[in-house]
């Protein structure tokens, strides 16, 4: 009992502490110096789809608020930018190509089929420049308050002078060196890029201006042409944690001797991380921090500028979100992906569902002299094959599962108001669970397959064996993917999060897949690591290749032998190899060691595909 409530007396301190923390720091942003300045404007909402999330901006400042960090309407918006300014950096006739539609589709990637206005992101990108522009002349304007400016936008590194590349249209670094310089400012300028590609453009554009020092860490470098002063480090495909933290500990203080900056600039990409949706390194989100945390004190006392730069998917808005929050607040509070937020609610659910509701166990009898099935045949029902999926869900707890996730109002929300469940073992071995259409049992739309797998020893996986979500009634508004006959359902996050509650409750170490093809590996890749190095080598390797590529395109490519190895030019193909979602604290720290990662690393300086 002491020991007990020594903890939950340790437990109130640290809350304690944490909303003081906050508090001080809300009081500090109203009324005192600002731990951060930050540049905002809606116009910075980029009106696309797809792995870039338009609204990524605004989420930072979302959470901000929710967290009482920031009051709504305390950013700072930036005034509009003159194309003038534009044309003192840009060739005018560069420029004047930016009127042409095809031309914006090439520099984006967008398509107006796909409800793209390629005209809506250009402006959206001159907006987000001038906050950049706002955010150095603040910094420069009030040095005394030794607090980065932040702009929630900007880092377009691969725009040229007279040339736009990987969605940059302008260089908005460029354009608001310029600018300073323009006011009278002529101290060096450190642009420290932490992308996970190479600055080109910026690079470009400053190579014969040696007040200008362009640093740069990336997985490949794009333009080793002369400059007059830059610190480029390439550290090739799958960088972990380890790897991209001592590069940084090796470089970052040689930097700032070099320039002896009187202005930072700090691009602090996120496509670095894992679970992004383009890149192919492996940084943490807690490595990703930490790099945050030391550039940022590094270039305490100088006027600095952090940019967002690159960062695709749904979750690239959360480590820009960590790194403001602690600059606000003092903590360094991790912020949920959507996908461990997802578990979390469903976590919260599985809590409140009993076993025994579950398994369909007899209710507790209420009179001690009464005599059931069981009392009478004991042995011989004991003996009767089990019924029940997975030896434990009967098809009441199956039908329960399916409405408290909120599978089942998803089935109904597509029109199968009528849907069935079927989760009774057909024969020995047997554990699926299939969902028809309606009682006539002629549409499938959930089929799965499951099996219990020890993958090394001491490591008990459940392992989908077999997964089918379709969509019967609905016509394909795309092209199928290959192993497609109908549309997908969209629900597999709800299938994979359920699929998690199971292993968690029936005490697996995790969960386990061997997807069939490449675009169900880099759906899957957003919870699942491959389990080997080697395949997890291979599958980023395919991917750096087919960069650029939509998923599908990409698929087809692999799957006709376009993706080729560069110096044989052997056609690499997907190979399906088995990922695990780690559940246990054993099979977290397995694929998260150390070790693991350096042989993931060590695989892939051994592998260079290329498309041919």
């Not at 990524?56 to 929710?66: C, G, N, T």
């Not at 793209?116 to 150095?136: H, K, S």
């Not at 029940?388 to 089942?408: D, H, N, T, V």
């Not at 669970?433 to 099996?451: F, G, K, M, P, T």
Request: with cysteine; charged share 25%.
């Amino acid at each position: 009992m002491k020991a007990e409530a020594a903890s939950l007396a340790r437990a109130f301190m640290r809350n304690a502490l944490s909303h003081a923390r906050r508090r001080l720091g809300r009081f500090r942003q109203r009324f005192g110096l600002p731990a951060a300045r930050i540049v905002f404007h809606p116009r910075y909402a980029l009106p696309l789809r797809g792995i870039v999330d338009g609204k990524r901006a605004a989420r930072v400042v979302d959470y901000l608020i929710e967290k009482r960090l920031l009051e709504p309407g305390q950013t700072l918006l930036p005034r509009d930018l003159a194309v003038r300014d534009v044309m003192r950096v840009h060739d005018p006739d560069y420029l004047a190509t930016l009127d042409d539609p095809e031309v914006l589709e090439r520099i984006f990637a967008s398509r107006r089929r796909e409800g793209a206005d390629p005209l809506a992101i250009l402006e959206a990108q001159r907006a987000a420049t001038a906050g950049t522009v706002y955010a150095a002349k603040l910094a420069l304007q009030y040095p005394w308050i030794r607090s980065p400016v932040v702009n929630l936008g900007g880092g377009f590194h691969h725009a040229r002078r007279a040339a736009a590349s990987g969605f940059c249209a302008f260089n908005d670094v460029a354009i608001a060196i310029d600018r300073v310089r323009a006011t009278g400012f002529r101290d060096s300028v450190l642009v420290i890029d932490f992308d996970a590609h190479q600055g080109d453009g910026t690079r470009s554009i400053f190579a014969d201006d040696p007040s200008v020092t362009t640093y740069s860490i990336h997985t490949q470098t794009l333009d080793d042409t002369f400059a007059a002063s830059s610190l480029d480090v390439e550290l090739g495909a799958a960088i972990g944690d380890e790897t991209y933290l001592g590069a940084i500990s090796e470089t970052l203080d040689e930097a700032f001797a070099r320039s002896k900056p009187g202005l930072v600039f700090y691009l602090a990409g996120c496509d670095v991380a894992a679970t992004d949706a383009l890149a192919d390194w492996r940084v943490s989100a807690d490595a990703i921090a930490e790099r945050d945390r030391r550039v940022l004190g590094r270039a305490s006392g100088t006027p600095t500028v952090m940019l967002l730069a690159g960062g695709y998917g749904p979750n690239a808005f959360r480590y820009t979100a960590r790194t403001l929050a602690w600059l606000l607040s003092g903590e360094d509070i991790a912020v949920p992906s959507v996908e461990e937020a997802a578990l979390k609610s469903f976590r919260r659910i599985r809590r409140s569902i009993e076993d025994t509701t579950l398994r369909g166990d007899p209710a507790t009898k209420s009179d001690p002299f009464e005599i059931t099935e069981s009392d009478v045949y004991g042995d011989l029902l004991s003996k009767a094959p089990d019924r029940r999926f997975l030896s434990f869900y009967s098809s009441f707890g199956l039908e329960l599962a399916f409405e408290r996730y909120g599978l089942a109002d998803h089935l109904r929300a597509r029109g199968y108001d009528s849907f069935v469940i079927d989760g009774e073992p057909k024969s020995a071995g047997d554990q699926g669970v299939r969902a028809y259409a309606d009682s006539s049992r002629h549409e499938v739309l959930i089929e799965l397959s499951l099996a219990e797998r020890t993958v090394e020893p001491g490591a008990k996986l459940l392992s989908i064996e077999w997964l089918l979500l379709q969509d019967p009634r609905k016509s394909a508004e795309a092209p199928l993917l290959p192993g497609q006959k109908h549309p997908g359902l969209g629900c597999l996050r709800i299938v994979i999060g359920m699929l998690v509650m199971a292993s968690e409750r029936l005490g697996y170490d995790g969960l386990t897949l061997i997807p069939s093809h490449f675009h169900v590996a880099a759906q899957a890749r957003r919870l699942f690591t491959f389990f080997e190095p080697l395949d997890e080598a291979r599958f980023l390797a395919l991917l750096r290749a087919t960069q650029g590529l939509s998923l599908a395109e990409a698929t087809a490519r692999i799957l006709g032998g376009q993706v080729v190895e560069r110096t044989t030019g052997e056609p690499q193909r997907y190979h399906p190899s088995r990922m695990v979602l780690a559940v246990s604290d054993m099979m977290k720290g397995r694929l998260s060691d150390p070790s693991f990662n350096r042989a993931v690393e060590a695989e892939a300086r051994k592998l260079d595909f290329v498309l041919s």
